[in-house]
């Protein structure tokens, strides 16, 4: 079973922010938490992962709070490019031989114009 | 740099027939995934390999499935004897040593008929 929590789905308006929510209360001291979307009928896509500090791509930030039990992925002006599936998932970043990755459902992100 | 390539895009297959999928990982990268995606379901582990070896095989079906990744060429996700339910989309991904982000492919969709 996938070790986060995100709503099912979420609307935004078309250049606003998106801020996408994930609990994972249970993280250990040494998971990061890494964040992929799917876009329809499409390959999943790597964002962006982090550890403990904040972390910021040209895709995205990722907030990270200071007991790491949740986290939010923000997309800073959100375009209609942007509507996916939204996976947030906890791993062992150097993780030997396990390197699996465990989905949950995501949240459908629809952004609209 | 092309990105992970998969092929092919779309297979059908008929009950009790072959399904090979190919995969060519990216350019240097040695760590190669295959996930299985039903519809409207979120992504599921199948296996694991390097160059040559399987690492982990714990979402891999025991019967009728099989992977290699052999030192030259593509890693193939073979499904003998197909049936209705292997109909899915089959998606490949690869990571470059002591790297931990998941680069994947637009995934071969199998319809079993």
């Known amino acids: 079973d996938a070790k986060t929590t995100q709503p099912t789905s979420m609307d935004c308006a078309e250049g606003r922010a998106a801020n996408l929510p994930c609990n994972h209360s249970?993280?250990?001291?040494?998971?990061?938490v890494y964040w992929y979307r799917q876009i329809h009928s499409q390959g999943p896509q790597y964002i962006i992962h982090?550890?403990?500090?904040?972390e910021t791509n040209e895709m995205a930030s990722l907030i990270i709070t200071e007991d790491r039990k949740s986290s939010t992925l923000i997309l800073p002006h959100a375009t209609l490019r942007d509507t996916a599936v939204y996976y947030c998932?906890?791993?062992?970043?150097?993780?030997?031989?396990?390197?699996?990755?465990?989905w949950g459902l995501g949240t459908s992100l629809a952004v609209n114009p | 740099n092309a990105g992970v390539m998969q092929n092919p895009r779309h297979l059908v297959r008929r009950r009790g027939q072959e399904a090979r999928l190919r995969c060519s990982p990216m350019?240097?990268?040695?760590?190669v995934y295959w996930y299985r995606q039903l519809p409207e379901e979120g992504l599921k582990f199948m296996v694991y390999?390097?160059?040559?070896?399987?690492?982990?095989e714990s979402g891999m079906p025991k019967e009728r499935f099989s992977a290699e990744f052999p030192k030259e060429g593509p890693s193939i996700l073979r499904i003998q004897q197909v049936v209705r339910g292997d109909s899915a989309a089959y998606f490949c991904?690869?990571?470059?040593?002591?790297?931990?982000?998941?680069?994947f492919g637009q995934g071969t969709r199998l319809t079993v008929v």
């Open positions: 991904a690869s990571s470059p040593p002591g790297r931990s982000e998941a680069f």
């Open positions: 350019k240097g990268h040695s760590h």
């Open positions: 998932i906890v791993r062992l970043r150097n993780a030997g031989n396990n390197r699996k990755l465990i």
């Open positions: 982090g550890l403990k500090n904040n």
């Open positions: 390999l390097q160059k040559e070896n399987i690492i982990d």
């Open positions: 249970t993280i250990s001291g040494n998971e990061y």
